[in-house]
């Protein structure tokens, strides 16, 4: 099955660019470019696509926006946002998810990276880089108020759900945890979507936030060398 891409992006040569990259690949095709958010709307609309590739910093309407635009809209439910820029800040990060992103890389990710993050997105998984995943989560666990919130909320899941979300957390898809659990990829999907719904959350992405607020999963410190520098 042929994964349809829009591209939202005001720049136009780095917009050709992914367009002849994502064209390559056998089971991608760009059905669309947008110059900002207001086009990108609309363009989603007309031509349904899988995945929108979407800038943030965008003239008139930006990626933010239309991000919540396109993921609020019923008739767009099978599209998935990428949020794909230069600026990897923490609120950036958490606009995209509260609007209802599903992935969220920088722009100095690599062509085979990228391709695989649309493919991962189109499946329903979620996907940040390391920088947002950790100006993410520096964010919220510097609230204990959301921390103590986030724990209760999870109170609802089965112990099986619970066990999938931490999965999810650590970046694992679908596959890679039916292959961990013994146990079929839709059975993942599954657990996933229950979870997703017992805690009111729109994708994976808002449910690994919950899962390192509630110290479900926690994230692992800088390690240092011999000189105590940071790698």
Known sequence: MTIRVLLADDQALLAGTFRLLIDSAEDMEVVGIAANGREAVELA????????????????????????????????????????????????????LRAGASGFLGKDVGPEELLRSIRAVSAGDALLSPTATRTLIARYLARPESRVSAAESLEILTAREREVVAMVAQGLSNEEIAQKMYVSPLTVRTHVQRAMSKVSVQNRAQLVVIAFQSGLVRIEPPRQNGTGTRQ
């Open 45 to 96: 609309r007309s031509a349904q696509p899988d995945v929108v590739v979407m800038d943030i910093r965008m003239p008139g309407v930006d990626g933010l926006a239309a991000t919540q635009e396109i993921c609020a809209d019923p008739a767009l439910h099978g599209t998935r946002v990428l949020i794909l820029t230069t600026f990897e800040l923490d609120e950036y990060v958490a606009q995209a």
